[in-house]
């Protein structure tokens, strides 16, 4: 199932990092001049936008995984299938979860990355290379996961809750799922899967960032 993946990462991504980086240039044009609360708030505002534009692709991927084995038909024929049984509402279904998701993510995320490399650089601990992009990577990808996994259980969760007609559904919105979950599982149900959302993170940031600080070198 990595066709779905690579499709929600190529649009959520690039809309992502594209958002946020105009809008810290809106203020300020010097790495020294950039604040942890900017940064922040443009993250933050990134990623609800990007996310809110991509959902579809993340119910996509996500419906993709729950079948599994018993999936079959193309990703074209899915999106076709899901407007057909659920509407658009079906193609948008937990996108104010995803959007609160990728708000903490992506307002974690990256202000971690920018900050991290903003100290070892100006520091003089080590200069703009490759070992400070990936210590920068690594660590926003943990401060990411640690941010983002209660609202991630939640979110898959409810979209997973198909719209058949006289069903009732399990959360009402995120804050009641969080609460629900933690009442009636307990607190550390809200990190289930943190290693492998961890390990997901972590060598993702690490190749997205690596790769983007080398693509920004080009002569374009």
Known sequence: MIAPALLRQASYGTIKIGIYQSMKRLFVDRLEDETLLLNVICGVVSGVISSAIANPTDVLKIRMQAQGSLFQGGMIGSFIDIYQQE????????????????????????????????????????????????????????????????????????????????????????????????????????????WPNWLRLGPWNIIFFITYEQLKRLPF
Not at 104 to 116: C, K, N, Q, R, S
Not at 142 to 154: E, F, K, Q
Not at 170 to 176: E, F, H, V
């Open 87 to 194: 509407g658009t509402r079906g193609l948008w279904r937990g996108v104010v979860p995803t959007a609160q998701r990728a708000a903490i993510v992506v307002g974690v995320e990256l202000p971690v990355y920018d900050i991290t490399k903003k100290h070892l650089i100006l520091s003089e601990l080590m200069g703009d290379t490759v070992l400070a992009h990936f210590i920068s990577s690594f660590t926003c990808g943990l401060a990411g996961a640690i941010a983002s996994n209660p609202v991630d259980v939640v979110r898959t969760r409810m979209m997973n809750q198909r719209a058949v007609v006289g069903s009732v559904e399990l959360y009402k919105g995120t804050l009641d799922g969080l609460v629900k979950t933690w009442k009636s599982e307990g607190f550390f149900a809200l990190y289930k899967g943190f």
